[in-house]
């Protein structure tokens, strides 16, 4: 039995290999732990062990944990799922950043005029299959041009999920070349959130900056529907 403290320094420890073989630098990166189906209790645990960072992927999980652990001030919420544009506002009132922002509707649901800018990510569906997550490849920078004409957004960058079925380094390296056309759409776009549990190592060598890893730090999902 391992402890969760075990596995994030385990999963920490992986990291610094990966970036330092990717000649990176580890502080250049950023571990979000992915939180989803566990109770408000972990999260606690991974704040004593100094995580600072914590997604979700579903807006009621969201809200319910991030309103539950509110005293939390340091703690980051970032919202990584398929957002409803009706329920965008209430993810906007607790999130550091928004990784999912997939289509005009979910821009405009998620403007807030005078408010302070919040973070959000163009996330790009890396598949050929229109029906999965995101705005397909060719799309991505004509979203990201209505974001940055929304002043009460701060596009950060791309998001993206690799593809089951595929080796995950080609489809980072696409992801790569679609996180450089929109970095030259606003230079605050500096983040590529990508790289799961699975496939963090090969999503560092292609530049990822933001890592969402799950599984390989918390243990099992209880209870997943
Ligand atoms: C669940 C989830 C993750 C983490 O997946 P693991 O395989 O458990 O590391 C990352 N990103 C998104 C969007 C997720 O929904």
């Known amino acids: 039995m391992t402890t969760l403290a075990d596995r994030l320094a385990a ?10 073989s990717a000649g990176r630098s580890p502080d ?14 972990l999260v606690r645990e991974l704040v004593e062990l100094g995580v600072q960072d914590v997604a ?3 807006q009621q999980e969201f809200t319910a944990k991030s309103d539950e652990l509110a005293e ?16 965008a506002k209430t993810v906007r009132r607790s999130a550091a950043a928004v990784h999912s922002v997939d289509r005009e509707k979910v821009v405009a649901a998620l403007d807030v ?4 800018p ?33 002043a009460s957004l ?8 690799a593809p089951l079925g595929e080796e995950p380094g080609p489809a980072f390296e696409r992801l790569a070349r679609c996180a450089d056309e929109v970095r030259r759409i606003a230079s605050s776009a500096t983040w590529m959130s990508a790289g799961m549990s699975q496939d963090f190592a090969e999503a560092i060598r292609f530049g990822a900056t933001h890592l ?4 390989a730090i918390t243990g099992p999902r209880p209870n997943q529907v």
Request: charged share 25%.
């Open 11 to 20: 999963v920490d420890g992986s990291i610094a290999d990966a970036a330092r």
């Open 28 to 41: 250049e990166i950023t571990r979000i732990v992915v939180t989803k189906f566990h109770p408000a209790s």
């Open 56 to 58: 979700e992927n579903r």
């Open 72 to 87: 939390l001030t340091q703690l980051r919420w970032h919202f990584v799922g398929q957002l409803q544009s009706k329920k």
């Open 113 to 116: 005029p005078e408010a302070e």
């Open 118 to 150: 919040l973070d959000v990510l163009v996330q790009i569906n890396l598949t050929d299959d229109p029906n999965r997550g995101g705005v397909a490849r060719d799309d991505a920078t004509r979203l990201a041009e209505t974001i940055v004409q929304t």
């Open 154 to 161: 701060r596009l950060r960058g791309v998001m993206a999920v």
């Open 212 to 215: 969402r890893i799950g599984t």
